[in-house]
Nanobody, 116 residues
Framework: VQLQASGGGSVQAGGSLRPSCVAS????????MAWYRQGPGKQREFAAIFGQDGSTNYADSVKGRFTISRDNAKKTAYLQMNSLKPEDTAVYYC???????????WGQGTQVTVSS
């Protein structure tokens, strides 16, 4: 499985970005898609998930500011990030999980930098 993440960048605090993650597999629509992030000197942490059943869940730190979405026809997941803060600075990784087929795949990451 290949996951290609893009759409990161550098913004000032209060700005917005919308990273995307394109998958190369047909099982995309039957898989959970999540975004994780790893800030400088920190461990990778969960940000958001969009389940194959349509459910969503968010880390408390991003709830109300980030919105995860997916387009199964395009095999693409998105993370709309609004009201960005300097502490959101991190490499953002997409993750595809399919328990039936045993997939737990990661994209290469896209850098998001928020300046104050």
């Amino acid at each position: 499985v290949q996951l290609q993440a893009s759409g990161g960048g550098s913004v000032q605090a209060g700005g917005s970005l919308r990273p995307s993650c394109v998958a190369s597999v047909d099982i995309f629509s039957f898989s959970d898609m999540a975004w994780y992030r790893q800030g400088p000197g920190k461990q990778r942490e969960f940000a958001a998930i969009f389940g194959q059943d349509g459910s969503t869940n968010y880390a408390d730190s991003v709830k109300g500011r980030f919105t995860i979405s997916r387009d199964n026809a395009k095999k693409t997941a998105y993370l709309q990030m609004n009201s960005l803060k300097p502490e959101d600075t991190a490499v953002y990784y997409c993750n595809l999980v399919n328990k039936f087929w045993g997939n737990d795949d990661w994209g290469q990451g896209t850098q998001v930098t928020v300046s104050s």
